[in-house]
């Protein structure tokens, strides 16, 4: 049997009402994986480099295995970036290739760093009109309840292309289930993490696309936008995002 094992995490409070977001994290496992993973999430809230969480929410639910959707790990490629504004720049140019318009790339930058702190979920855009389709405000569209289908295999990969850790894991997990989303055109991401640099353009058109700098180290503000095509029905898109259970599978 296989549970999903989440937490989200603030101080001051609970976020988004009066809180502010340190740390979430969620992953499915085995009932004899899951002590480990509790702890390790208690941890993470608690010595996390935005804070020490004074507010840790765990949620614990059995996966029905009839309920499981798969799809397919993006594959990666990296663009090497030395600053800030040379790593959107990248990010601009991906995501016109990849068939976002010239207006929708700009809002959804503006958009972005018009944050002054980090949203739970991501910004929905059209990807034609660059109208925004979520009406969630601060709070956005959340992508969850996916991991990979084998953790052991997918992290031994990670850790051959020099990217260990929760970060890298975590991101090309998420990018994989909102590429095969209902609709998806692109996304964009940078962390919200202060040491955290690096973002990516997501597309099942072209994989994951690591850029390796693309805000200043100590920013706590970060983001994403899901581009989505024209007429996408956002109620299912939402409901795709927010509560499918999807395993990613290795290439």
Avoid at 134 to 163: F, H, I, P
Avoid at 210 to 223: F, L, N, S
Wanted: overall charge negative.
């Amino acid at each position: 049997m296989l549970y999903s094992v989440k937490m989200r995490s603030s101080l001051g409070g609970v976020h988004g009402n009066g809180g502010r977001h340190i740390s979430g994290a969620e992953r499915i496992v085995t009932e004899e994986e899951m002590e480990n993973n509790v702890l390790a999430m208690l941890r993470r809230a608690r010595t996390h480099e935005r804070g020490s969480a004074d507010f840790i929410q765990l949620k614990v639910e059995e996966v029905k295995p009839e309920s499981i959707q798969y799809c397919p790990l993006l594959p990666m490629y990296q663009m090497v970036s030395h600053s800030k504004e040379e790593g959107r720049e990248l990010a601009k140019k991906e995501l016109l290739r990849i068939g976002v318009s010239e207006t929708a790339v700009h809002n959804g930058f503006a958009e972005l760093e018009s944050l002054t702190d980090s949203m739970r979920g991501a910004i929905v855009m059209d990807a034609l009109t660059g109208e925004r389709l979520d009406d969630r405000k601060e709070r956005g569209v959340r992508c969850s309840n996916m991991d990979c289908e084998d953790v052991a295999a997918y992290e031994s990969q990670m850790k051959a292309k020099g990217l260990g850790g929760d970060h890298p894991r975590e991101a090309l997990v998420l990018a994989s289930k909102v590429a095969y989303g209902p609709g998806t055109v692109a996304e964009l991401c940078w962390s919200d993490d202060p040491d955290y640099v690096t973002g990516y353009v997501g597309s099942k058109t072209y994989g994951y696309g690591r850029i390796t700098v693309m805000k200043d180290k100590g920013d706590p503000v970060g983001g994403r936008v899901f581009f989505v095509k024209h007429g996408t029905d956002v109620k299912a898109y939402d409901e795709y995002m927010q509560n499918q259970t999807v395993l990613v599978r290795n290439a």
